[in-house]
């Protein structure tokens, strides 16, 4: 056998030796990285400990009072306050907001007046936006000591009458403030339980009969389905159910009292909840007895 056989088998035996040293080195990676990923969740275990003592000492809420306090000594303290955007509502319910908002505040820091930082503007917005009258509301810090409440008020759109109160109402029936009976502003009326929630169909009603909006006098909501609509002149007009149905009949009737002028000749109701039909009645006597008069519409 020649040397060159010899060394060639004996060559062979060395393979495992290098397979097991990577299986041991890939062994003590995997170790590596297990004891890595432990102590990272160790750490993360000690921070959330120690979040939870710090909160449970009152840390960083002291510390928040201490900067701000510190902010109110270099001078950024609220020593007033600015409202703009009212028309309707009266400016003491947003005072006594703000005025309670800055006691708090003050205390907070123990000091005489607010610090800037520690005064919440989210807090007023939110209690704001509990009035009717407010639709939206935003309130910002103009430093260096001053606040600035922009209130954006809803628009009275008709007044709303049930079980004996009055109240104003918008667009989307918001009742908004009460009113007295002898201080009613010259706006449509809506009587009955949930006519407020129905303002805005009742507005597009009257805005699809422009000859007859500037008269109407009140809306009655029946049984939670229809309209009745009471004119300045004394009569009413039953509407039926359904807002198409009750915008077809209204707009008929207001082309038949521009050519025949039916309002304003003593006529007491005018029922048209029968399509094709105007049942009118009458305050004679031939009423009491016919029940009615019944017009091809």
């Not at 041991?24 to 000690?46: M, P, Q, T």
């Not at 003050?106 to 009258?133: C, H, M, N, Y």
């Not at 094709?276 to 305050?283: A, S, T």
Request: proline residues 5%; positive net charge; without cysteine.
């Amino acid at each position: 056998m020649s040397a060159a056989h010899v060394r060639r088998g004996s060559a062979a035996p060395s393979r495992p030796r290098k397979k097991a040293a990577t299986t041991r080195s890939k062994r003590a990676a995997d170790r590596s990285r297990i004891n890595k990923a432990a102590g990272l969740a160790f750490g993360a275990f000690v921070l959330v400990i120690a979040v939870v003592v710090l909160v449970a000492l009152d840390v960083p809420a002291r510390a928040a009072r201490s900067a701000g306090a510190a902010m109110g000594d270099a001078g950024f303290t609220v020593n007033g306050y600015q409202i703009t955007g009212l028309h309707h509502m009266a400016r003491a319910p947003i005072d006594a907001i703000v005025s309670d908002e800055l006691h708090r505040s003050a205390e907070a820091a123990g000091t005489d007046k607010a610090p800037q930082t520690l005064v919440s503007v989210g807090d007023i917005r939110d209690r704001l936006l509990q009035f009717g009258w407010v639709k939206d509301a935003r309130v910002s810090r103009r430093l260096p000591d001053t606040l600035v409440i922009d209130v954006v008020e809803r628009t009275p759109a008709a007044l709303w009458q049930d079980k004996g109160r009055l109240a104003l109402i918008d667009k989307d029936g918001v009742v908004l403030d009460r009113v007295p009976v002898d201080q009613m502003p010259d706006l449509p009326l809506l009587i009955g339980a949930g006519a407020n929630a129905q303002a805005d169909e009742i507005g597009r009603l009257m805005a699809a009969v422009p000859t007859l909006k500037p008269q109407l006098a009140s809306a009655t909501w029946v049984g939670g389905r229809r309209w009745d609509l009471s004119f300045q002149t004394g009569e009413t007009i039953a509407l039926p159910e359904g807002e198409d149905a009750a915008r077809v009949a209204l707009t008929k009737f207001a082309k038949l009292d521009k050519a025949s002028s039916l309002l304003g000749h003593g006529i007491l109701r005018f029922d048209l909840r029968i399509p094709g039909k105007m049942i009118v009645r009458l305050p004679h006597a031939p009423d009491a007895i016919t029940g009615g008069h019944s017009q091809e519409g």
